[in-house]
């Protein structure tokens, strides 16, 4: 960056990630700078990217969108966690719910009340103490923060929408706030021959469009960060093998589900995401180890409802950049990186590294500590979301194909072993500033998978044998008392958001 002040922004790129860029600069940053995207419809965008988590209301909240009319304009509905079936074998069924599951007691989590419990002979399992379980089980929505007079947090959701739908929204937020679209097909990237920076990109129809910050959004492509500055990526397809995804939505089902399902197959996995006008569905899977055609038929013959529409084909390499911002550009969204669809981390990145970097936006001088501070918050939080999402693979005791066989016998980061060690002895868990997942999350994963700890902390000793059994069947009737009232998903979204289908 010279020392010129910095009074343009320039987003290439008009998928989920420009568009958030796009509404969150104009949105808080100072009026004197402008903010100009670009995009190409003879591109498009990557058209999937449907499941979000609950850290996404806090977006919205910023960008002073209307829940109830986001929702309708996305045909959208709720999300309280992701069902995962065949992943630790096949059979097995368990819920990444996105709330605390019982209630922690003393500095203690709950889960070692738990664990004592059933040392104890205690049958239930972990799940028969989650609000969000209870909720998905009777298939119940609603907005509640408390459940009535206790300490105990209500239901944390997130939402299912119309990607393309989603992208439109934002649009009309940004356009209104003072973004420039322009419309054309960025032919070249022309830099500073001093410092390096990226001057202008030159549009396909000869006009060039200059500015002083880039944000490069424009997907797998890379157009700026790799084409123009050179950027590496960091390949982790050793410990997340998955590489290809085909996406097709379907009839929606008679019933919306308030989560999504995840289903293992045989060489990766298939989505369901249940939307007001249809299903989206999708099978991520590794060409390493099954073909397209295989993975097209497994797709097309576990589909809940007529399929609508072609099948997306998508190829992918899941890692990150070596670097996300460099001279006087920021990589955001799939130009980022890539960790796979699996715990929809993928907005969630977007929002966090937009918000990041308007807590760090340089002013008119070369700021070089703002670079390195944001590659390493980036790389922080990128790295333990890919450890999660490892566990989910590793974390299994299924060896009925080579695809299984693999990712059960890989070795894995030691950050992540350390962790499974860890919590494997005495259900321990420690939470790291940049790590999006907070225990619970971890905790529903490994107990999920069959990775139940030895023993409990000692701390859960203080409560006798009986104050245990009481406590925990307490929290399960206070569970059921406060589902009871709830309204159905379908009758909430019909209340409160339902889209115009006609
Ligand atoms: C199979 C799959 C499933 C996913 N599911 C989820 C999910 O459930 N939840 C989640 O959070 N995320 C998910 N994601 C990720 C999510 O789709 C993306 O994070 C999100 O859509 C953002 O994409 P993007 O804006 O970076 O890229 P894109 O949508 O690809 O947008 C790129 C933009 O750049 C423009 N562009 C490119 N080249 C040029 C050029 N030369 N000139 C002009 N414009 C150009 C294009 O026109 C387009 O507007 C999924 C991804 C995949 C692959």
Same mark, same amino acid.
Request: glycine fraction near 8%; aromatic fraction near 10%; hydrophobic fraction near 35%.
């Given at each position: 960056?010279?020392?010129?002040?910095?009074?343009?922004?320039?987003?290439?790129?008009?998928?989920?990630?420009?568009?958030?860029?796009?509404?969150?600069?104009?949105?808080?940053?100072?009026?004197?700078?402008?903010?100009?995207?670009?995009?190409?419809?003879?591109?498009?965008?990557?058209?999937?990217?449907?499941?979000?988590?609950?850290?996404?209301?806090?977006?919205?909240?910023?960008?002073?969108?209307? %829940?109830?009319? #986001?929702?309708?304009?996305?045909? +959208?509905?709720?999300? &309280?966690? =992701? *069902?995962? /079936?065949?992943?630790?074998?096949?059979?097995?069924?368990?819920?990444?719910?996105?709330?605390?599951?019982?209630?922690?007691?003393?500095?203690?989590?709950?889960?070692?009340?738990?664990?004592?419990?059933?040392?104890?002979?205690?049958?239930?399992?972990?799940?028969?103490?989650?609000?969000?379980?209870?909720?998905?089980?009777?298939?119940?929505?609603?907005?509640?923060?408390?459940?009535?007079?206790?300490?105990?947090?209500?239901?944390?959701?997130?939402?299912?929408?119309?990607?393309?739908?989603?992208?439109?929204?934002?649009?009309?937020?940004?356009?209104?706030?003072?973004?420039?679209?322009?419309?054309?097909?960025?032919?070249?990237?022309?830099?500073?021959?001093?410092?390096?920076?990226?001057?202008?990109?030159?549009?396909?129809?000869?006009?060039?469009? %200059?500015?002083? #910050?880039?944000?490069?959004?424009? +997907?797998?492509?890379? &157009?700026? =960060? *790799?084409? /123009?500055?050179?950027?590496?990526?960091?390949?982790?397809?050793?410990?997340?093998?998955?590489?290809?995804?085909?996406?097709?939505?379907?009839?929606?089902?008679?019933?919306?589900?308030?989560?999504?399902?995840?289903?293992?197959?045989?060489?990766?996995?298939?989505?369901?995401?249940?939307?007001?006008?249809?299903?989206?569905?999708?099978?991520?899977?590794?060409?390493?180890?099954?073909?397209?055609?295989?993975?097209?038929?497994?797709?097309?013959?576990?589909?809940?409802?007529?399929?609508?529409?072609?099948?997306?084909?998508?190829?992918?390499?899941?890692?990150?950049?070596?670097?996300?911002?460099?001279?006087?550009?920021?990589?955001?969204?799939?130009?980022?990186?890539?960790?796979?669809?699996?715990?929809?981390?993928?907005?969630?990145?977007?929002?966090?590294?937009?918000?990041?970097?308007?807590?760090?936006?340089?002013?008119?001088?070369?700021?070089?500590?703002?670079?390195?501070?944001?590659?390493?918050?980036?790389?922080?939080?990128?790295?333990?979301?890919?450890?999660?999402?490892?566990?989910?693979?590793?974390?299994?005791?299924?060896?009925?194909?080579?695809?299984?066989?693999?990712?059960?016998?890989?070795?894995?980061?030691?950050?992540?072993?350390?962790?499974?060690?860890?919590?494997?002895?005495?259900?321990?868990?420690?939470?790291?500033?940049?790590?999006?997942?907070?225990?619970?999350?971890?905790?529903?994963?490994?107990?999920?998978?069959?990775?139940?700890?030895?023993?409990?902390?000692?701390?859960?000793?203080?409560?006798?044998?009986?104050?245990?059994?009481?406590?925990?069947?307490?929290?399960?009737?206070?569970?059921?008392?406060?589902?009871?009232?709830?309204?159905?998903?379908?009758?909430?979204?019909?209340?409160?958001?339902?889209?115009?289908?006609?």
């Amino acid at each position: 960056m010279s020392n010129t002040p910095i009074r343009k922004v320039v987003i290439v790129g008009g998928g989920t990630a420009g568009w958030i860029s796009a509404a969150a600069l104009t949105k808080l940053l100072p009026s004197t700078i402008s903010v100009t995207l670009i995009e190409s419809d003879s591109i498009g965008t990557v058209g999937v990217g449907e499941a979000t988590i609950p850290q996404i209301r806090r977006l919205n909240a910023m960008l002073g969108l209307d %829940e109830n009319t #986001f929702l309708k304009a996305t045909y +959208g509905t709720f999300k &309280l966690g =992701i *069902e995962f /079936s065949n992943w630790g074998q096949i059979g097995d069924s368990y819920i990444h719910t996105f709330g605390d599951v019982g209630l922690n007691l003393a500095n203690l989590q709950f889960h070692q009340y738990w664990l004592k419990a059933r040392s104890l002979g205690l049958t239930k399992n972990l799940w028969d103490f989650s609000l969000h379980k209870q909720a998905i089980d009777q298939n119940k929505f609603g907005r509640l923060d408390h459940i009535g007079q206790t300490s105990m947090t209500g239901l944390s959701y997130a939402f299912h929408f119309d990607a393309g739908l989603y992208s439109a929204h934002l649009r009309q937020h940004a356009e209104k706030n003072g973004t420039t679209r322009i419309e054309g097909l960025i032919q070249d990237t022309l830099l500073d021959e001093t410092t390096g920076n990226i001057k202008c990109v030159k549009l396909q129809n000869g006009e060039i469009i %200059e500015g002083d #910050f880039f944000i490069d959004c424009s +997907g797998f492509r890379g &157009l700026l =960060i *790799e084409k /123009s500055l050179g950027i590496g990526y960091q390949d982790w397809s050793k410990w997340l093998p998955c590489n290809r995804a085909i996406a097709i939505p379907s009839e929606r089902t008679s019933t919306l589900l308030p989560y999504t399902k995840s289903i293992a197959q045989s060489a990766g996995w298939q989505w369901r995401i249940p939307l007001q006008h249809r299903t989206g569905n999708g099978h991520v899977y590794s060409g390493e180890f099954l073909d397209d055609d295989v993975a097209l038929n497994t797709l097309l013959s576990n589909l809940d409802g007529e399929p609508l529409g072609d099948p997306n084909h998508l190829k992918f390499s899941t890692g990150r950049r070596d670097a996300f911002w460099h001279k006087n550009c920021v990589a955001i969204g799939l130009s980022s990186g890539f960790m796979e669809p699996l715990e929809s981390t993928s907005i969630h990145l977007i929002q966090s590294n937009i918000s990041r970097l308007i807590e760090l936006f340089p002013s008119n001088t070369q700021e070089d500590t703002n670079i390195r501070e944001y590659n390493r918050q980036v790389s922080e939080e990128f790295e333990l979301i890919r450890d999660f999402l490892i566990l989910h693979y590793h974390q299994t005791q299924r060896e009925d194909s080579e695809f299984w066989r693999y990712c059960k016998h890989m070795q894995i980061p030691d950050t992540l072993k350390d962790k499974m060690d860890l919590f494997s002895q005495s259900g321990r868990l420690y939470k790291k500033s940049e790590d999006l997942f907070k225990e619970s999350s971890w905790v529903q994963v490994m107990i999920g998978q069959g990775l139940i700890p030895d023993t409990y902390h000692p701390m859960a000793d203080r409560l006798s044998n009986e104050q245990v059994s009481k406590f925990i069947s307490d929290i399960q009737s206070i569970i059921s008392q406060a589902i009871a009232p709830l309204p159905d998903h379908d009758t909430f979204i019909q209340n409160h958001c339902a889209a115009d289908l006609q």
